[in-house]
Each structure stands twice: as C-alpha cells, then as structure tokens.
C-alpha cells in the first residue's frame, strides 16, 4: 500500500503496520566491561549526530561496539514512555561513553507519524534528536490534536499531494507543535510540499519491517539483532549492561 494512498485512512490504528507495545523473550549472557571512548575535542558523543540512507539519524561514536537502533512511532504510547524514562540516561550513561552508539528511525503507524517524521528530518541533524525527544517527551500535546481534529481534514484528503500534507499538517495541529518549539511556518510548508520527505518514512518503516519482521513499537535493534521482549528502558538499560556498557 503506497503512502498516497495510505493517507486516506484516518482512524488512528487503520494503518498499523505494527502494533505498540507488544513484546517476547531474548536472554543474554554478560560480558566484559568496554572501556570508554574519548569523544572528538570541544564536543561529547551525543552532540555527533548525522542522518543514515533509511531516513533515521544516528548519535554518537560511529565506530561504537554497540550499535542500538530504535524503530518508533511519535504516535505510540510506549515509545513516548520509553524516551521519557530514557532520555538523559541513555546519553549520559551509555552514548557519551562512546560505547553506544543510537539511531532512531521514525516508524509509520499513522500519516501523523509521516509527516511529524519529515518534519523532524528536516530541520536536519543537529536539531533532529531534540525536536525527537520534545515530540517524545511531550506526547500528550503533539497528539491532542490528531484526538481533537480541526474541520477540514476530509477535504485535505482530497488536495493534490503537494498540499494534502501540509493541509493535515494543520488540521491535526501539528504544524503549530512543532512551530512552538522553533520550526519555522516556512520550514514546515517547504517540507511537506515535496511528497518524497512524507513518503521517505514509509520507506525507511517498509525496509525495517521486511528486513526485522517488526510487529511492535518501539522495537530495538542491537548491533543487528532485534532485541525481543524489550519495549522499556528498565530492560533495555540491563541489556545494554550486559553487553558491557558499564
């Protein structure tokens, strides 16, 4: 199902390529302790941030023996949990050792999540994690308006693609979550005009769940292999411990 077509659909879960939250089993074994590594001069590791060819953005020492990769929805519940419960620890404990490397690839459960996603990419490396963890961190408010739609969002439907996005951009409300914190009107209508940004999300969420057979969020991959019956922070952190980032 192609993404023009996928818009169409407006209830929250009609295009839930994935379910949140759902979870099995994966023991691990402990292992050495890594040693630290030194960030590049006048920076720490979670301030080196640069953008991979599936449309997510990876933080930290590229060359990190443990490579954390998070597929997530800004729409799921529990990918908001997850960063909420994670965020400064995550970069303080484990990515600004240089032991850990993060990427985040948005995942589309909803267009919200399409279009919150090209946003955010957008606006380019640099901003692209802070813009994440707001959108995260303060889930509540980006979703209050996807739960309380402005008139116009059937008619938007119907605009020709390189208005449709910016168009439920503003019928959800967020154009202005994202204006609030320092994206620019222009910035979001440039964005959204070319379809290819909207349509990246879907693609980098196609390629994660042909080659890993996601079938929740958040989903965590490490150094390749999906970390099953880990969606919390609680339990990633041990992980991550045992693999030796401590």
């Not at 818009?7 to 890594?34: R, Y």
């Not at 990918?79 to 948005?106: H, I, M, W």
């Not at 901003?127 to 008619?155: C, M, N, S, V």
Request: with cysteine; charged share 20%.
């Amino acid at each position: 199902m192609t993404l023009l077509r996928t818009v169409l659909l407006t209830t929250m879960g009609a295009l839930a390529l994935a379910s949140c939250g759902e979870s099995k089993t994966d023991p691990a074994k402990e292992q050495t302790a890594i040693a630290k590594v030194a960030p590049p001069a006048g920076k720490s590791w979670s301030q080196v941030v640069s953008f991979a060819p599936d449309g997510g953005a990876i933080m930290g020492n590229p060359d990190a023996p443990i490579k954390l990769h998070e597929y997530g929805a800004f729409t799921c519940s529990h990918c908001a949990r997850f960063a909420q419960e994670s965020n400064e620890e995550l970069k303080r404990d484990f990515v600004d050792t240089g032991r850990v490397s993060y990427k985040l690839t948005p995942f589309m459960l909803h267009p919200i999540d399409a279009i919150s996603g090209a946003i955010v990419k957008c606006t380019g490396p640099d901003r692209f994690f802070p813009l994440a963890d707001a959108t995260f961190i303060e889930h509540e408010a980006f979703i209050a308006g996807a739960q309380k739609p402005q008139p116009g969002i059937e008619a938007a439907m119907q605009l020709p693609p390189a208005q449709r996005f910016v168009a439920l951009a503003k019928g959800w409300g967020i154009d202005q979550f994202y204006q609030q914190r320092g994206v620019p009107a222009a910035t979001i209508q440039q964005c959204l005009s070319k379809v290819e940004n909207v349509a990246a999300i879907e693609k980098g969420t196609n390629e994660g769940v042909e080659k890993y057979q996601i079938t929740g969020t958040p989903t965590f991959v490490i150094n390749g292999q999906v970390a099953e019956g880990i969606t919390t922070w609680s339990a990633l952190r041990d992980r991550l411990r045992t693999m030796g980032a401590r």
